[in-house]
């Protein structure tokens, strides 16, 4: 007979701190792409000056050449895979991804520069920006449903293409929920054009009858990489080039309402119960970017030449450097070739689209405003407007993105969390969320960049030691969740009420599963889980316990099946259990009770929602 237990509070009360503060388990991997980033700076500082490498892009190939080499043999790197799971340096790579690319956008915006550029110059920036931009936005994502390609590439390449290259996909990668080897494809793609643009401009701008100081201007307009947009510039001579620098810095002045508006709208991609008001959606780190580009702003007009605010430019220029290396080299060591020659290719199109459709129409507007043609350069921004718009919604209709997505599904490719919730809306609505479609789900299920951030803040507990939070509730009761883990934690002896499919995405877990035998327990298995590994539990006749092992936390997504109308069961053992001693075969006296925790007893996924205020 279940009796309920009296309710108290968690023995482990979740205290940790901030998310943005590395721990000691996070060292190896931040070190790792620091190192290699390092590298990648001192490499560019030694080899002769040249438009046609970076820095950035070093980092990456250095940090692709290690992870797809023998070099990774000494260095303990496991090879590359959706989650490269266990290995010591990928908490810090993890970390490197999430926390150190928000506070190198952070310290990017002390580099905007505002004093290169007077009234009459801002306003044709201004009015080719405002058409350029969202039309090249446009035309990247119908080029990207054309190919194939996910949307948060398309965000990426459009965002590296509109604003400012490496910098700018970087920035735009978690409000996207890109892939790490997809961030690292996109930097290659917008990089590869913006040498096109070193060898292509100077003739064109030649050709058409640009004068220097027009063909500076659309050489910052149009090419996405600095170096590369100045260096195109100063192809025209030294007036083209200040022309270049001077347009260039009013796009990466549009990097912080780029990010807002793209924030806004990919709102969808956040678990429906956690959506919050539009103004607390917003990643936080771009109130620290408009912030520093603020004071940047006041202190080039207070002391523009004091030696404290010229050496605090210079240091903030090299954190960002260094970190945007670090970045890169991170991304670099998740770079499975396969993938990159998979994907390349379909990337490099929609970069080629989405470059030339920038470069056409800024050239366009440009060339119509120098010739005293201001209401030419207007019908022209209106018409590319009205074209790119025609053809992205032609491309990205609600069936065509179901289509594709369906295509993914069906040939096995990686799903984010995102695209996992809007293949469980379809296929329960046609009524085919069977055993074998939920299963092929959780597989290829591999969050992206940011989308697991909610079930790491979740204040809902889960028991001791565990937060939880459902991303997806059906209307057939089926739900997605997520779980973390404090390390060291472990679930009392329980059985579900619901049916369950699970795997770890994150950390290391490990099962251990009972028979009942009567009125006695008996330890069936215990099995350290591997990445993909799939639990499947039968409600209330499967008795089992989950620990995360390991020093840091785990993460397990599970799908819950409908309620079986009972409660949960909570095994409690006669003496205290201790799980590192128990073997294969024990067996256990144990008393049966109501298991009592949030989402156990009968309540179902809800209790994993949270409440929405604002």
């Excluded at 065509?400 to 984010?416: C, D, K, N, V």
């Excluded at 579900?496 to 009567?518: N, Q």
């Amino acid at each position: 007979m279940l009796t309920r237990p009296s309710r108290r509070e968690n023995a482990t009360s979740l205290v940790r701190g901030p998310q943005w503060i590395p721990r000691r388990l996070d060292a190896p991997g931040i070190a790792l792409a620091a190192l290699v980033g390092a590298l990648a700076l001192g490499m560019i500082r030694i080899l002769p000056p040249s438009p046609f490498i970076s820095d950035v892009l070093v980092a990456l190939i250095l940090g692709a050449l290690i992870i797809n080499t023998k070099l990774r043999i000494p260095l303990g790197l496991a090879r590359p895979t959706v989650e490269r799971e266990p290995d010591r340096y990928a908490a810090g790579l993890r970390f490197t991804g999430k926390w150190v690319l928000r506070a190198s956008i952070i310290l990017m915006g002390f580099k905007v520069r505002t004093q290169d550029f007077g009234l009459a110059q801002f306003a044709l920036i201004a009015g080719v920006a405002a058409a350029s931009l969202p039309s090249a936005f446009l035309i990247t994502h119908a080029a990207s449903a054309a190919a194939g390609v996910r949307r948060p590439m398309a965000d990426l390449v459009a965002g590296g293409t509109m604003i400012c290259g490496a910098s700018a996909v970087n920035a735009v990668a978690p409000i996207a929920g890109a892939r790490r080897e997809e961030q690292g494809i996109a930097i290659a793609t917008v990089f590869l054009f913006s040498v096109v643009a070193l060898l292509a401009f100077r003739p064109i701008a030649a050709l058409v009858g640009l004068d220097p100081v027009h063909a500076g201007l659309w050489s910052g307009l149009a090419v996405n990489d600095l170096s590369s947009a100045i260096a195109v510039g100063k192809q025209m001579g030294e007036v083209g080039g200040a022309m270049a620098a001077a347009s260039k810095s009013t796009r990466v002045l549009l990097l912080a309402p780029t990010l807002f508006i793209l924030a806004l709208l990919r709102r969808d991609t956040a678990p429906k119960d956690v959506k919050k008001s539009a103004i607390e959606q917003l990643p936080r780190y771009l109130f620290g970017y408009i912030a520093l580009a603020v004071l940047r702003a006041a202190g080039d007009r207070i002391a523009p030449d004091a030696p404290a605010w010229r050496a605090l430019i210079d240091a903030d220029r090299f954190a960002v450097d260094w970190l945007m290396a670090t970045i890169a080299a991170a991304i670099g060591l998740h770079l499975e070739l396969r993938s990159l020659l998979s994907a390349g290719a379909r990337a490099i199109a929609v970069g080629a689209a989405a470059s030339c459709w920038m470069a056409s129409l800024s050239l366009a507007m440009i060339l119509a405003a120098s010739r005293g043609a201001p209401a030419t350069a207007a019908l022209i921004a209106g018409v590319g407007l009205v074209v790119s718009y025609v053809l992205f919604r032609a491309a990205t209709t609600a069936l065509a993105q179901q289509r594709e997505l369906r295509r993914r599904f069906e040939s096995g490719a990686p799903l984010s969390l995102a695209e996992a919730m809007r293949l469980l809306d379809a296929f329960e609505a046609e009524q085919r969320l069977d055993d074998d479609v939920l299963r092929k789900i959780l597989t290829q299920l591999h969050p992206s960049i940011g989308e697991l951030i909610p079930v790491r803040e979740s204040p809902l507990h889960h028991g001791e030691g565990c937060r939880w939070i459902t991303y997806w509730e059906g209307a057939s009761g089926w739900a997605l969740c997520a779980v973390c883990r404090e390390p060291g934690s472990a679930t009392p002896i329980h059985a579900h009420s619901h049916r369950l499919l699970g795997k770890a995405i994150e950390g290391l877990l490990e099962e251990l599963r009972f028979v009942e035998r009567g009125d006695t327990l008996e330890l069936l298995s215990r099995k350290v889980l591997s990445h993909n590994d799939l639990v499947e539990t039968d409600g209330l006749a499967t008795p089992h316990v989950v620990r995360a092992l390991g020093d840091h936390a785990a993460i397990d997504l599970q799908l819950r099946g409908p309620e079986v109308g009972s409660p949960g069961r909570r095994f409690r053992t006669n003496a205290p259990l201790d799980i590192d001693a128990i073997e294969v075969g024990a067996m256990l006296s144990t008393i049966v009770d109501i298991d009592d925790r949030p989402g156990q007893a009968g309540e179902g996924a809800k209790a994993g929602r949270l409440k929405v205020t604002g």
